[in-house]
Structures are given as C-alpha cells and as structure tokens.
C-alpha cells in the first residue's frame, strides 16, 4: 500500500471524513449552533474541487487493491454527487441549524462516493449502507410534522428488506464464483446458470427497492413527503444518483443476456408508467415529485440495456441532469410556517404574480424534467433512448418514450397552477431567501451549459 | 464574415430579444413592445435581404453553416436556406411584426413574459424552418410547444387552460413517436455507413428496406399530420383557434400549420421515398377529405374564429394535396399555397382580433350591416375573403390552382392505366373549392351586408396601425397574387429535386410531358 497513493485517490472522500470530524469536535466544544452550516459547506466546496481535480487530471489508481480504485470516470461521478449536496446544504440552513444534521449528510455523502469507486462486493455493500444509514435519520430529523417518524420507519423496515436481499445475491454470486470481485456481477450476467441469475436477480431487486422500482416504490410517497425539503431533495437525488452508480458499478460495460434483459426492462418500465399516472392524481408537491422520481427511476435503470460504454455516458448525465433540475425545483419552492399547506400543490397557484424568478425557474425544472427540448432533460431522455435502441430492444424503447409521454400533463399541470391560475387568498408568503437563491444559481448555470452544450460533459467519456 | 453570419444572425435575432426584453425594467410595456417590435422589424429586414440574395438556380444550401455541436453522436449546428424553405423563412419573417403590432393594445395582462414567448416562439419556427440536421430539427420543432402553450394558456379565452392542454399533449404524442423514429433512422444509417451523424444530406441517402421505411415513415407521418392538421387528428385545432388570442391563431394559422407540411416536404417524404409512393393513395386521401370535411364543418359554424379554422383544414388539405400528387406543379402550388395561407389566415385572424377588441364578441349572428359602420375594416375583409376564396389575381389562386392542377396532372396517367381513384379524389377536390366560395362569402355577407348591427356600436374604424398591418398583408397577397414566378423561381429547382427523390424513376416517366 502506497500512503501517497491512498491520501490522493481519496482526498475527496478524506475531506468529507475531516469535515465530519471537525464538525463532532465543534459540537464536544460547544461551538455556535449555526458552525454547522459553513463547515460543512466548506468541507463540501473542497471535497467537489478535490474531484473534480481528479477528474480533470485524469488520475486511475487502486490505493487498495481489488477493494478500491479511482478511474477519471468514478472521480466525475463523485463530483456530481459532491457538487448536488452544495445546494441541497445551502437550502438546509433554515431547518436545519445543529451539528448532527450536516454529519449525517457527510456521512451519506461519504457512503455515496465510497461505492463509486468500490471493486469488491463488500466496499460495495459498506458503500450502499453508509450511503442509506444516515438517511434514515435525517427523515427522522424533519420537526415540522406529526407522520415523518411513520415515514421514517416504513423508510427503514424496506431499507432493511433491500439490505437483507443484497446479501443474500451477494452469498449467491459468491457461491457460485468464490470470489467477492464486483467483476463477479458482470460475469454472472452472461451466464444462463439458476445460480448466478438468482444471485443478480436478488441484488438488482435490492437496488430496485433503494431507488423505488415498482412494486418497491411504496416506501418513497412517505418519505418525501414526510422529509423537510432539503432531506427531500437530498433523497431524490443524491441517494438515487448513488444507487445507479452502484448499479452502472456492478453491471460495467457488460452486455446484459436475453431472460434478465425482460427482468430489467418490464419492472422499470411498468415504473415509467406507473408514476406517471399516479404522479397526476397527487395534491402534494413533494408527493408528485416521489412519484416522478420513480418515473425517472425506470428510465435511468433503462440505461443499463445497452451495453458499452454508451451506458456510463447515459446513467451520469442523466443523473446530473436530473439531480440539477431536482434540486433547482426544491431550491425555489416557496416555504411557509405550515409545512403541510405550502406543500400542497395549490398553494402554486398564481405563483407567477407573487414570485416570477421562482415560477420561471420551477417552470424550467418541471419542462425539463419533462424531457422537452430546449431544456437538457432532453437530451438526457434522448440519451437512455438512444441507447436502448442501440441494444436493439425497439419495442421496450416505444413502450418507454410512451411512457414518458404520460408524465408530460402533470409537469405542465404545476405550469399551469403557477402561471395560469389566480392566487387564492390564503397562500403562505414565502419570501425569497438569500442562501436559496444562491443554490437556485448554482443549479441554473450548469443547467444553461448542458442545455447550450451537452458535449461538454457527454465528450467526457 | 462569411454570408452565413446574416442567417445566423437572423436566426438568433429573436433570441437576442428575449434577454434584452427580459433585462428590462418592470412596468414599462411601451418599451417591452417596441424593443420586440424593433427586433422583428430588423429581422424582416436581414429576411428580405437573404430572400433577395438567395439564388434559386443553385443547389444544395445557401448561407450554410455547419459546426458540430455533439460530436460523440455526430449531431451538428447546420441551418441553411435552401428552395423548400426559404419562402416559409421569409413567411416567418413577415409576419413577425406584423404579430406584434396586432397584439400592441390588445394584450395588458403580462406583457413582459408576452413578448418574451412571442420572441421564443419566432426563434424555434424560424430554426425548425432552417435546421438541417435530423437532432437540430426536432429540438426545435419541441421547442415550439411550450411558447405556444403559455400564449393560449395565460392570454386565451375562457377555456383557455383546456384549449392549450389539448394542443400539447396532441403534438407531442406525435412527436415521441417520431423521436424513436429518428433515433432509429440515425442507428440504422451508422450501421450501414459505419459513422454516426444527423445530417440531413447525408441521412437522406440511406438506403433502408420498405418495411422499415413504413414504419418509420407511418412515425413521422403522425407528428406531421397533427400539426398539419389533417383529417382525422384535426380535432385540437378549432379548440386551439378559438381560445387562443389573436397573436396565438395568427401564429398557429400564419405558421405553425406550415410545420406538418414543411415536415413532409423536408423530412418524411424525402427520408423514405419508396414507403411515401406506396402510402401516397392514403396520404391523398385523407388530404381530400381533410378539404371537403374542413369545408362543410366551416359552413356550419356560427363563430368567425372557427370558420378560419375550419377553413384552415381545408386550405392546408390542398398543400398535401399537391405535394402527394408529386407532379413539379404541384408541388410548386402546395410551397405557395402554404405562403398564401400563411398570409390569408394569419390577416383574417387578426382581422377578427380586431373586431373582437371592439365588440367583444364572435358571433356571427351577433353582426350584420359593417360595410356601412366600418368601410375600411369591410374593404380589407373583402379583399382577404376573395383571396381565401382563390380569386385570380390574389395568392390563394395561383397556390390552389396549381396545387389541383398537379393533381390531375399526376392522376390522369394513372387513370390511363386504369387507375382511378387519383382522378376521383382530384375531382372532389375541385368541390373544395366551391364549398370554400360558400362558407366565405356566407359570412362575409352575413356579417358586412344588411341590417347595420354589433355589439358596443358604434364602433370606430380602423386606426392607422391596423391599417398599416392589412395593408403590408394585402400588398404581399396580391404580389403573389399578380407575379407568382417570382418565388416560384426560387423554389422550382428544390421542387425538381424533391420530385425526383420522391417519385423515383417509374411515376416521373408519366408525369413528364
């Protein structure tokens, strides 16, 4: 083991752990409840320029051999998540002032970049749990209202269900193997034995569950709801970044065989479907974008059909397309006293007149996450499309742009709450906040680059 | 400087406009409305010098630019004039000012964001107008949807908010599909040629099997019927029409409506020709029955938005008409008859917007007798009437005329051969044109001729703003009108082109004289 080795090709995972140390020795001495917020956010700032440095420098090594590896590509997935959790902590300072709060974000963060760069099952698994732990938590953490401790619970008994079924794939692809390489999942996806597809059919039905794949969404309506809005954004993005990274992790490049083919592309499309349709019956904005997050869900796990390394270039786009435009919806939405009435769709409702920077901004989230041109969901639809039709699944590929289509009502329909109808008399103030608009800024202005010029990030790769 | 940098700077003129409009202070709609006027005005101008300097003996693009955009997938930056579009470009072009001095008193709610959408909304035709690359196309082509949404759903009438939900959700039905189509086209291409591109030039050569040429053709073909809007997928258009504000029907009517048959003309027809001859009995078909049915459902309304709209069916029928008939004439007929409806339409749109100011109201029954409280209002009515109708000397003559007489062109062959059925449905046709006669001059003289009534009288005529606007549309009708060789010329070489491509060697053996 090389220690010069080791302290770079973890330095953005070595500043997260300092930042998390700093802020427990802040909390032993006593320091101003509000320390929490600049030191996390600056641990942050400097784990994202860490990798990004690393990216741009094009840095690979294996500081710990078949457990750990830094590749330019693992370093660009760790800046993205690192770089969505710098506004997500900007809009948390007005719920969240203690310690405890941003050490947990940390931690999760930590997790997240963790399985990134995993090469063996277990980093993999010590990843996926640090990731999901502290998350349970912080849906605990919301004060604001009366359910998220049920949300919280029903959270953790299927994260603990997703957990159970990961091990037990990761026992089967060992058994069939002996070896606990993430290689291992690759080779078991050519395989026609019972074994090896078992083993992978469990773990990717343990991913399902921790990305909310119908039949296991029903979890994520009652966490999101019940989360306070910057642990809301935080899930929706973040914590479903880093399960397709696990995924994108585990199935590499390697083409996937005909009977798991029909089992990855049926359950994510009947989520495509599923959310769509059920996201346009929701009066909960958070509540809405659950479902939609599901919907997106299928399409990001509809990426891994082809094979290649089109697949990395879809799944990180799209999850930083995606995660932008998440976040950038959370990071304008009006917040008032009552959690649960500003949370309401109505209260949208002739937003435009009230608040026209915030309007226009969730416009551009909803339209993009919508996937219409000009905005950069587009292209990133385009992306996972373009590559399940490259595998050659033409039909899965209608069935989903069809599916897609579904979701474009209830995006236009908050359009048309905001711009369209008048204001009810009752809606919470919600005045703009100066640290929200700063992240609403840094969601904007990558969103304007990857609209102008995808290539950017897509020549990348 | 190259001569590229005026088409660009046409194209991202409206663009421009958007952010200087967005920049400017709050409450000051004057400025709001002439800076976007302003920027039209400029546009039309750089137009007009392109339309002037465009070579209609020359093929292939003019004004060209070609830079790569997305280079792992071989998606580019490429616009250019070429004789398909460089009169819908200067249609576009046209109309733009003329839409924004059409709304100046009639839009007071928003009229910040207005403006910015009426920019967006030039912006994307004028790039689905000028885009050459397969991914440029479609990018702008969705972009059209959500300017168009926000006009209709914050500016619309009553049932507005149903009226813009319709019209979305119908279009971009047809356009997922035609996402897979083309994401498919661009796969199979680099299949076969072994690079990836999305150049129109080079995508156009491929060489695909009927079967898929069908499917993807049949695609295509669905985005572009609904925006045409042909029978049976037509039912969002009156909805749309009606609700929309004036600026909205004249956009949609001036434009948008162009964008099927400009799709079929550029992309479908083109892309998959042998799969266009075998779908070609069809495609005539339904465009006849899109001009008769589009006719008797004007007879039958008793709103004056909803006759034009209905007339529009009716009118843009003989566009695909002359373009199926793939006959030179005919396809010379369908690119004027969509400039001549562009034009036609989009006045009488806002010739009704105009009145609707006045009197608030779209009744046909509600008027009677303007001849003698508005004469010049009734003047320019009359003479958009009678260039509706198609009478010589006006647009709509030449464009009908030679949009019907290539499809007897085209069908008597056939019927020598003992095929009747293009001869039939030409006949009918021909019916379109008196049903149109009917259901215009009905209305011209139900509501310009007898008992002198409206609501609010008495009215005001005409100010010397909307004047100006009619005059500039009329002035253009009649150019048409009277020296139709003159944009012929233009587009007569990218018209043998197309006709070449499309109809192959077998049709064009029998349609050469």
């Known amino acids: 083991m090389n220690w010069d080795e080791v302290v770079k090709a973890m330095l953005p995972e070595h500043l997260l752990l300092a930042g998390m140390v700093v802020l427990l020795t802040l909390e032993i001495l006593r320091g101003r409840p509000r320390d929490g917020f600049v030191v996390a956010f ?3 700032a400097a784990a994202a320029a860490a990798a990004l440095m690393l990216h741009v420098e094009g840095y690979a090594g294996a500081p710990f051999n078949g457990h750990f590896s830094v590749s330019p590509d693992a370093s660009l997935a760790k800046f993205a998540l690192i770089a969505l959790a710098l506004p997500v902590v900007l809009i948390s300072r007005d719920d969240f002032a203690e310690t405890r709060y941003y050490v947990l974000l940390l931690a999760s963060l930590y997790g997240a970049c963790l399985l990134v ?28 209202r009366a359910d998220s401790a049920e949300a919280a619970l029903k959270y953790l008994v299927l994260g603990g269900t997703a957990t159970a079924t990961f091990l037990m794939g990761v026992a089967l692809l060992y058994g069939w193997s002996g070896s606990m390489s993430t290689a291992v999942f690759a080779a078991a996806l050519g395989s026609s034995d019972t074994l090896p597809i078992a083993g992978v059919v469990l773990v990717v039905a343990s991913l399902f569950l921790k990305a909310a794949i119908v039949p296991f969404h029903g979890w994520a309506p009652d966490a999101y709801e019940g989360a306070s809005v910057p642990v809301t954004a935080f899930m929706a993005t973040i914590i479903k970044a880093g399960v397709l990274f696990a995924a994108l992790r585990l199935f590499e490049t390697a083409p996937v065989a005909r009977p798991l083919v029909d089992v990855l592309a049926v359950l994510p499309l009947v989520s495509m479907i599923w959310g769509n349709v059920a996201a346009i019956r929701q009066t909960s904005f958070r509540r809405m974008i659950a479902y939609s997050s599901i919907a997106h869900a299928g399409y990001l796990f509809y990426a891994l059909l082809g094979a290649g390394p089109g697949r990395a270039q879809a799944v990180i786009f799209y999850v930083v397309v995606y995660g932008i435009m998440n976040v950038l919806a959370f990071t304008v939405l009006p917040r008032g006293t009552d959690d649960e009435r500003s949370d309401r769709l109505e209260s949208l409702q002739g937003l435009y007149q009230r608040r026209p920077f915030a309007a226009i901004m969730l416009a551009v989230s909803m339209l993009s996450l919508a996937g219409l041109p000009p905005l950069p969901g ?5 992306l996972v499309f373009r590559n399940v039709l490259a595998a050659g699944y033409t039909g899965y590929a209608v069935l989903g742009l069809v599916a897609s289509y579904l979701g474009i009502y209830f995006y236009l329909r908050v359009i048309q709450y905001m711009f369209m109808n008048a204001a009810t008399a009752d809606q919470p103030a919600g005045h703009p906040r100066r640290l929200a608009l700063a992240a609403s800024l840094l969601c904007l202005a990558p969103a304007i680059v990857l609209a102008f010029f995808p290539g950017w990030l897509l020549d990348r790769f | 400087m190259g001569e590229s940098t005026w088409l660009n700077g046409l194209l991202w003129l409206p663009a421009l406009g958007m952010v200087a409009v967005t920049l400017l202070p709050k409450g000051r709609d004057s400025l709001v409305r002439g800076v976007t006027f302003g920027c039209m005005v400029l ?9 002037q300097r465009f070579d209609g003996t020359v093929a292939g693009l003019q004004f060209a630019t070609d ?26 072009a046209f109309l733009g000012p003329l839409v924004v001095a059409g709304a100046w008193s009639a839009v007071h709610k928003d009229v910040k964001l207005f403006h910015v959408m009426v920019l967006f909304i030039q912006f994307a035709m004028l790039g689905t107008f000028l885009a050459q690359d397969l991914f440029l196309f479609y990018v702008f082509w969705e972009a059209m949807l959500i300017p168009m949404f926000l006009i209709i759903g914050l500016w619309g009438g009553e049932r507005r908010i149903y009226a813009t939900l319709k019209f979305v959700l119908y279009t971009a039905f047809g356009s997922i599909l035609m996402l897979a189509a083309l994401i498919y086209l661009v796969l199979y291409t680099h299949g076969s ?21 069908l499917w993807l053709l049949s695609a295509f073909a669905l985005s572009f019927a609904i925006k045409v809007p042909m029978f049976p997928l037509h039912t969002w258009l009156p909805d749309a029409h009606v609700e929309a504000p004036t600026t909205g029907s004249v956009i949609l009517a001036g434009v948008l409506l162009k964008m099927g048959t400009y799709g079929f003309m550029k992309l479908g027809f083109p892309l998959f020709p042998e799969a266009a001859r075998a779908m070609m009995p069809v495609i005539m078909t339904l465009a006849v029955i899109s001009i008769v049915y589009g006719a008797c459902l004007a007879l039958v309304q008793t709103d004056i938005k909803k006759i034009i709209a209905y007339s529009s069916i009716s009118h843009l029928g003989y566009v695909m008409l002359g373009l199926a008939s793939l006959d030179l004439i005919g396809i010379q007929g369908a690119i004027l008859q969509m400039v001549s409806h562009g034009l036609v ?18 009744a046909v029954a509600d008027y009677g007798g303007l001849a003698k409280m508005l004469p010049v209002f009734s003047v320019f009515f009359t003479i958009l009437t009678l260039a509706s109708i198609g009478l010589p000397t006006t647009s709509g003559f030449a464009g009908e005329f030679m949009a019907l007489l290539g499809a007897f062109n085209a069908a008597w062959p056939a019927h020598l051969a003992g095929n009747d059925l293009p001869l039939t449905l030409a006949v009918i046709a021909v019916s379109g044109v008196v049903l149109g006669a009917l259901y215009m001059l009905w209305l011209a003289q139900r509501i310009l001729f007898g008992e002198a ?43 043998r082109e197309f006709q070449q491509r499309v109809a192959g060697e077998t049709i064009q053996l029998g349609s050469t004289r």
């Open chain 1, 42 to 44: 600056m641990a942050l």
């Open chain 1, 117 to 144: 760069s995993s090469d063996s099952l277990p980093t993999l698994f010590l990843g996926l749990e640090l990731m999901s732990l502290p998350v349970y938590a912080l849906v605990l953490l919301a004060q604001l």
């Open chain 1, 378 to 382: 587009f292209v990133a639809k385009f």
């Open chain 2, 43 to 51: 546009q039309l101008f750089i137009a007009a010098l392109l339309y």
């Open chain 2, 67 to 92: 830079v790569p955009w997305i280079r792992d997938w071989g998606v580019g930056y490429r616009i250019g004039l070429d004789g398909l579009n460089v009169l819908l470009v200067s249609l576009t």
């Open chain 2, 193 to 213: 040629s072994g690079y990836m591109t999305f150049d129109l030039r080079h995508l156009s050569g491929s060489q695909l099997p009927l079967n898929t040429q």
């Open chain 2, 345 to 362: 339409a989009g006045g009488l749109f806002l010739m009704v917007g105009m009145i609707y100011e006045r009197t608030h109201s779209r």
């Open chain 2, 453 to 495: 009534r409206a609501p609010h009288a008495p009215l005001t005529d005409l100010n010397a703003r909307e004047t100006a606007i009619l005059v500039a549309i009329v002035a253009a009708i009649f150019a048409i009108g009277l020296f139709p060789g003159e944009p012929l010329a233009k587009t007569e070489l990218a018209a």
